[in-house]
C-alpha cells in the first residue's frame, strides 16, 4: 500500500530531536509535511532503549550487517557486558536470551557494529516506581541503604524495566527548552523531575557541588577567604550586562584571564569550572563564561538548589513530545521506511525522494537528519552534508545495586570530572539516576559517562578507569554497556548547511549537557525556509477556540477538558487513560492523519505502530507500562510546576 498524498511541502528524513522541532514548526504554519525513519521508532540518537531491547537491537544488527549504507548507525562500538556476581542458577528455557543462558559467568560481551531496537517485547513503564522512591527537593544526606542480593532470574526481568538513554542532556529551568515547550503549548505531552544533586571531582574523589549562596558558606572544602571571592565572582558576573561595555572588553580575553582578574584560587577555578560551567571545551572566552554562569544563576532556586530539571523517563521523550505536536497539526509520520534517493530536476533542483518502497514522493523542501548521506549530482544546488567538526564520544552505562554517594535524594544527579593525571585526558559529564527518574528498575541505579574518544578508539578503554575510581569496592556491578555516538563540540550555522538550495542537512548533537543549540539550529533551519513566520508558534488552547467560526456549536462539546481542543486544521485532540496519567493522543481529523497511535508493548522507550504501510501518523503512547512522557487533564494540562512537593514537574506558568 502506498502513501497518499505524493506531494507535501515539506519531506524530513531522520525523527531526531531537530528534525521533529522543525516538523513541529512547519506543520504548525499550515505547511504539508511528511516525516520518514528508516527505523521503527522515534528519536534516532535521542532515543531510549529499554536494556532487554538494546540486547536485541545488536544482535539484529550484528546479525543483519547492515548493507543499506545510506543511513549512517548512531551507535558504534555497542559492547554489552551482563556482570552477576553471586548469581543464582537457573534452568535455560529454549527462548532465553544468550545472556540468560550464559549466567554462571560473571561476565559477557556482545559487539555490535551499529544501532538497533526492537518493538517486539514486554511494556515498559513506572511500575517499579512507588511513591518511596519520589523525593522532596532539598540538601541530600547520605543514609543507610538496604540491600539486594540479585539473581540471574531476577534481572532478567528487571531488564524490561531498565531504560538506556543515549543522548541523555538537562533542560535549564529558565533556559530555552523550558521556555519553547512553554511559549508552544507543547509542554502538554512532557513531565520533568528536579535534579537533586550534582558530584564534582575534588581530590580523586566525588563530592557533592555548592550550588548557592547557603551551601557554599556551609562547604568544608572552601576556605573562609575563598567562599568570599567565590560570592563576589558570582555578584560580578550576575550585575554584569551583556550589552555593557565592560562585557564588549573582554571581547579577546580568555576564561583564565577572567579567573586572573578576579584574584581565584586554582580551588575556585576548578569549582567554577565543574559546577557552573561545565564545559568539555578545552578553552573558553571570558564572554563564553560569563554568559553560561548568567544563565545557570537565572535558574537557580526555580525548582530547588539545583538549576537543572530532568525529562522523566529520558531525554528520549523530546522528540516524541514534538512529533506528536506536528501529528496535531497533519504531519504524516511513516516510520521504517527508507529513502533510495533524492529526486533532482535536470537543473539540479530538488523535486522529490524516492522511497525504499519504490514510491516517488513530489515536495519544495527536504530536511535531512545527519545520519542519512545521499549523491548528489554536480548540478544540483547544495553540497551532501559534512562529517567536520564532528568528535567522536565513548559512553558507558553501569547499572548498579546502589548509588555511588547513598543519599536520600538521588534520583537524579549530574557529575562533572576535570581531567587529572594525562595531559590528553578531557573532561567526564556524567549522571547517576536513581528509580524515580523512571530509568532504572527499582533498587537499581544507573551512571552514564560521557567522554571525548580517546587515541585507542575503544568506549571501554576510555571509561574503564573513570568508573573504577568513582565507583566504591563495596557496590555491586549489574551490567555495562559501552558504545560510541558522534557529536560536535561547537554549532554549525544555518546557512552554511543549506547551501542556496532546498536541501537542508541537520547536524549532530553538540556535546555538553543543554539543548540551546539544537533549538538554535531548529529555528535557524525554519526561518531559511519559510522567512518572516513565526517559529513554534503555540497550539490554541480550548478556552480559545471560536466554535461560532468553525461551523460548530460549544454545546456539542461536553467537557473540553475531556474531549480537548479542535485546533487551526480541524484536529481533536481526546485524552486517554493510562496508569502514569492522561496522555493527549491525536485523533483522524481532516488533514491526511491516517491512523490513530496504538500501545506500545515493548522494551524500548519510544514504541511506534506499524500500518498496513508502516505508517504512524502519530507519535506512540504505551499502556500500563509506556515510557512515553504524560501530561494532565488533556489540553488543558499545564507547564512547569511542583506536583505535591514530591520533586516532580509539570510545565505550567511561567516560574
Not at 565572582?233 to 582578574?261: C, H, P, R, W
Not at 516510520?335 to 518502497?357: A, H, I, R, W
Not at 549522571?431 to 574518544?453: I, K, R
Not at 513554534?536 to 480537548?564: R, S, T
Request: hydrophobic share 35%; aromatic share 6%.
Amino acid at each position: 500500500m502506498e502513501i497518499s498524498p505524493t506531494s507535501y511541502d515539506v519531506v524530513v528524513i531522520g525523527t531526531g530531536l531537530t528534525e521533529c522541532i522543525i516538523s513541529a514548526s512547519c506543520s504548525r504554519i499550515g505547511k504539508t509535511v511528511l516525516h520518514l525513519d528508516r527505523e521503527g521508532f522515534y528519536g534516532e540518537q535521542w532515543t531510549s532503549f529499554t536494556l532487554r531491547g538494546l540486547e536485541r537491537w545488536a544482535e539484529e544488527r550484528n546479525e543483519e550487517q547492515d548493507s543499506r549504507l545510506k543511513y549512517s548507525p548512531f551507535l558504534r562500538n555497542v559492547t554489552m557486558m551482563n556482570l552477576m556476581e553471586g548469581v543464582e542458577e537457573k534452568e535455560v528455557g529454549e527462548e532465553q536470551n544468550v545472556e540468560t543462558a550464559d549466567c554462571e559467568t560473571k561476565e559477557m560481551e556482545k559487539i555490535a557494529d551499529s544501532n538497533v531496537q526492537h518493538p517486539e517485547d514486554e511494556k515498559i513503564g513506572n511500575d517499579n516506581v512507588t511513591d518511596n522512591n519520589i523525593c522532596d527537593i532539598g540538601t541530600p544526606v547520605e543514609v543507610p541503604r538496604k540491600e539486594k542480593k540479585w539473581s540471574c532470574e531476577e534481572f532478567e526481568k528487571a531488564k524490561r524495566r531498565i531504560n538506556i538513554d543515549i543522548t541523555p542532556k538537562l533542560c535549564l529551568s529558565d533556559g530555552p527548552m523550558v521556555n519553547l515547550l512553554r511559549d508552544s503549548n507543547c509542554s502538554r505531552y512532557m513531565e520533568f523531575k528536579a535534579v537533586n544533586r550534582s558530584l564534582i571531582s575534588h581530590d580523586n574523589d566525588l563530592i557533592t557541588a555548592p550550588c548557592n549562596r547557603e551551601e557554599i558558606f556551609n562547604s568544608k572544602k572552601l576556605k573562609v577567604i575563598e567562599k568570599r571571592l567565590m560570592m563576589k565572582f558570582i555578584t560580578y558576573v550576575y550585575q554584569m550586562a551583556l550589552d555593557s561595555d565592560e562585557f564588549d572588553g573582554l571581547k579577546n580575553k580568555t576564561d583564565a584571564d577572567l579567573y586572573k582578574s578576579q584574584k581565584l584560587t586554582d580551588n575556585l577555578v576548578s569549582l567554577i569550572r565543574s559546577s557552573l560551567v561545565c564545559s568539555v571545551r578545552t578553552s573558553l572566552s571570558a564572554q563564553d563564561v560569563i554568559t553560561t554562569v548568567k544563565k545557570y544563576i537565572k535558574s537557580v532556586g526555580i525548582f530547588g538548589s539545583i538549576p537543572y530539571i530532568f525529562p522523566i523517563y529520558g531525554s528520549g521523550e523530546l522528540p516524541q513530545s514534538f512529533a506528536r505536536f506536528s501529528a496535531v497539526f497533519g504531519t504524516v509520520f511513516v516510520l521504517d521506511m527508507g529513502v533510495e534517493e533524492l529526486l533532482y530536476e535536470e537543473e539540479g533542483v530538488f523535486k522529490g525522494v524516492k522511497l525504499s518502497n519504490g514510491q516517488e514522493i513530489t515536495a519544495k523542501y527536504c530536511v535531512i537528519s545527519p545520519n542519512y548521506t545521499f549523491p548528489v549530482p554536480s548540478s544540483a544546488s547544495h553540497a551532501p552534508s559534512s562529517s567536520s567538526g564532528r568528535v567522536n564520544v565513548s559512553n558507558a552505562i553501569v547499572v548498579t545495586d546502589r548509588s555511588l554517594k547513598p543519599s536520600d535524594k538521588d534520583d537524579i544527579t549530574t557529575v562533572f570530572m576535570l581531567p587529572t593525571g594525562s595531559a590528553t585526558a578531557t573532561p567526564v559529564i556524567g549522571y547517576e539516576f536513581g528509580p524515580g527518574s523512571f530509568l532504572p528498575a527499582e533498587d537499581t541505579h544507573l551512571v552514564h559517562l560521557m567522554t571525548q574518544e580517546g587515541t585507542v578508539g575503544n568506549p571501554g578503554a576510555d571509561l574503564t578507569p573513570i568508573l573504577n575510581s568513582i565507583i566504591p569496592e563495596d557496590i555491586t556491578c549489574l551490567y555495562k554497556v559501552f558504545f560510541t555516538t558522534s557529536m560536535t563540540l561547537t554549532r554549525d550555522k544555518g546557512g552554511e548547511r543549506r547551501l542556496h538550495g532546498n536541501v537542508v542537512h541537520t547536524s549532530v548533537p553538540v556535546f555538553n549537557n543543554g539543548y540551546e543549540e539544537c533549538i538554535a539550529e531548529a529555528r535557524d533551519v525554519f526561518e531559511s525556509l519559510f522567512p518572516g513566520e513565526v517559529f513554534m508558534e503555540a497550539a490554541p488552547n480550548p478556552e480559545d477556540i471560536k466554535w461560532e467560526e468553525m461551523g460548530g456549536d460549544e454545546d456539542d462539546v461536553k467537557n473540553l477538558d475531556d474531549v480537548g481542543a479542535r485546533g487551526d486544521v480541524g484536529m481533536v485532540t481526546t485524552p486517554s487513560e493510562g496508569d502514569v496519567g492522561l496522555v493527549t493522543t491525536p485523533a483522524e481529523g481532516d488533514v491526511g492523519i491516517v491512523t490513530t497511535p496504538a500501545e506500545g508493548d515493548v522494551d524500548m522507550v519510544t514504541t511506534p505502530v506499524e500500518g498496513d504501510v508502516d505508517m504512524v501518523t502519530t507519535p506512540v503512547e504505551g499502556d500500563v507500562d509506556m515510557v512515553t512522557a504524560t501530561s494532565h487533564g488533556g489540553v488543558t494540562a499545564p507547564p512547569c510546576e511542583l506536583v505535591s512537593g514530591d520533586g516532580t514537574l509539570n510545565c505550567d506558568d511561567e516560574p
